[in-house]
């Protein structure tokens, strides 16, 4: 049983890594997922200038998930572009995630630009979905705008791209989304972010438990599971089978990636439940999901991938 997969040209041995924000802002945590059973990393979204981000408290973990507005803090991109450089020499044949995200698309260029003059031979997973930083809309749910990113973008950009995209609740935007996307030669969709801007509170002190933004901030866990499936499986029915899916969103169990497969993702990230338990999680993920795929007779992930049914 093999749950080995290919994602933007790359072949990797397993199908989990972590989902960016998670064990990722800096080299210790890298290489802790480095050196675990998950296939490969991305890294923290890096902006052109490292960040502070918002004040603390500004995660929190709920019984069914978690909470947070981190604000994008992060080392700067030319830390993980240093860091992904070196590390890809030290471990020919492993292919690495860069995040990156800018404040507009000048910056998205200015970003991209450094990427094209380094040695860099991974994949970059363009953040469009930060729900954190005040004043600052979820760019995904401009769909001008991530059309005009998009166009520029592949204008001066022809390594492997993808997109980090927040989750969609309405058939009519996964119908436009995807219509934007399938213009572009992207190597994957990223789905989803947190569910941004929820709010979580303590009745027995009436108050919220992140700082930032008087409490709200972006869901994850098991309260997103089903939203991120309907994402995933919404843009496997729609977009140009040359444009993965990486499936992100509630996964906690073996159980939990058979789904994101069943729906159509060819890769999965791992969020609040890697924050929870930490890099050994990914020994318990892949036993999980061979076990399932033992059981149903299936010996890739391929045997099973998108091949959902419909009553
Ligand atoms: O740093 C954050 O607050 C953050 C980011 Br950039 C993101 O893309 N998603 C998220 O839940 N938090």
Do not use: W
């Amino acid at each position: 049983i093999s749950t080995a997969t290919t994602l933007a040209g790359s072949n990797f041995d397993n199908c989990m890594m972590n989902a960016s924000g998670v064990y990722c802002m800096d080299s210790d945590e890298l290489l802790a997922v480095e050196n675990s059973k998950a296939a490969t990393f991305v890294t923290k979204s890096g902006t052109l200038q490292p960040r502070k981000g918002n004040p603390e408290p500004r995660y929190f973990e709920t019984e069914f998930g978690s909470i947070n507005s981190m604000g994008l803090p992060n080392n700067g991109v030319d830390y993980y572009l240093d860091f992904v450089s070196q590390d890809q020499i030290n471990h020919p044949g492993k292919t690495y995630f860069l995040s990156i995200t800018g404040f507009n698309l000048a910056e998205d260029l200015e970003l991209l630009q450094k990427v094209t003059d380094s040695d860099f031979a991974g994949v970059v997973e363009l953040n469009l979905s930060c729900p954190n930083v005040p004043g600052k809309p979820q760019t995904g749910y401009d769909f001008e705008t991530v059309d005009a990113i998009l166009k520029a973008v592949f204008d001066v950009y022809h390594k492997p791209l993808g997109v980090k995209l927040p989750p969609y609740f309405d058939i009519i935007h996964f119908d436009q989304m995807a219509e934007i996307l399938n213009k572009y030669p992207l190597s994957y969709v990223n789905s989803i972010n947190s569910i941004g801007n929820g709010l979580y509170i303590n009745d027995d002190t009436e108050t919220v438990v992140i700082k930032p933004k008087q409490g709200f901030g972006g869901i994850g866990g098991e309260y997103v599971k089903p939203t991120a499936l309907a994402n995933v499986h919404a843009f496997y029915q729609r977009l140009n089978k040359d444009i993965q899916i990486i499936g992100t969103g509630g996964i906690q169990t073996g159980k939990d990636i058979f789904e994101h497969i069943l729906c159509g993702a060819s890769m999965v990230q791992v969020g609040t439940a890697l924050m929870v338990e930490g890099p050994v999680i990914f020994e318990r993920l892949t036993a999980e999901l061979e076990a399932i795929m033992a059981e149903k007779g299936y010996s890739s992930i391929e045997d099973f991938r998108g091949k959902l049914n419909y009553l």
